[in-house]
């Protein structure tokens, strides 16, 4: 992990220790690192804690949720081996960093998340960046998106806590998803890669902390 950044140091230089910490970590894919760098941290992360938005955690956003740790959006970013015309699926919209990140190395992200006020809030950041191939949708992103689907690529961002079946059958028969699976409060990051022939290949990543995928929407007051 990342030392604390020291807060006299410039956002740069920042930047520029986290992406050596990724690297270090096994985060080696250029278009990955490239993506990471170019995008603001800060515009995603909640005033109370701004100044730690260069450090390599996971902090807390509105509505009980996080922001994810740079290092595992960057580690699952990479095992989804996007290509430049990937149409891609993400579960879990949260604070929209893992989206702008996904948007700068596919062709399309397909985003859902179950609480309202986070969707919108997400949307806010992605015009201010200009990112115009980001589609948002308020939903049960366990249904996945039926409407759009298959996909070449499916990531998601909460829990599963079982095999996600459902977003399973909306892949490409070659597809890749990436999903950390299991009931309790550390899960496994599993790489889901299609055979061509309705199978899949399944590969464990490493072990991980998530918030759980809900059933439903969120009831917001
Ligand atoms: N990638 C996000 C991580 C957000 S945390 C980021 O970097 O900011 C996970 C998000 O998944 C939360 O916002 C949570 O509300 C959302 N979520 C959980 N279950 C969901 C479901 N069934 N459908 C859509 N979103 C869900």
Redesign the pocket.
């Known amino acids: 992990m990342a030392k604390a950044p020291k807060t006299d140091e410039s956002p740069e230089t920042q930047m520029a220790r986290l992406i050596l910490a990724l690297r270090s970590q096994g985060v080696t894919e250029p278009g990955v690192l490239n993506a990471i760098e170019k995008t603001p941290r800060d515009l ?1 992360t909640p005033d109370l804690f701004k100044e730690r938005s260069w450090e390599d955690s996971a902090l807390p ?1 509105a ?1 009980g ?4 740790q740079p290092f595992i ?1 960057g580690l699952m970013t990479q095992a989804l081996t996007l290509e430049p015309r990937s149409r891609v699926l ?10 702008a990140i996904l948007s700068r190395v596919a062709r399309l992200v397909y985003t ?4 309202r006020t ?1 969707m919108k809030e997400a949307e806010t950041r992605f015009a201010v960046l200009g990112l115009t191939n980001v589609i948002t949708k308020f ?4 249904e996945g998106w039926a409407e759009q689907a298959p996909f070449d690529r499916i990531l998601v ?2 829990a599963a806590p079982d095999e996600p079946k459902t977003l399973l059958n909306q892949l490409k028969p070659n597809g890749v998803l990436v999903a950390p699976v299991g009931k309790g409060p550390v899960q496994s990051l599993k790489r889901y890669a299609g055979d061509g022939q309705g199978g899949f290949k399944v590969e464990v990543l490493c072990d991980v902390r ?9 009831r917001e007051l």
């Open positions: 995603f956003i509505c949720q996080t922001i994810s959006v993400e579960i879990g919209t949260g604070s929209g960093y893992q989206t859902v998340e179950r609480y986070l939903g049960d992103g366990g961002t909460a998530f918030v759980p995928l809900l059933d439903g929407v969120a």
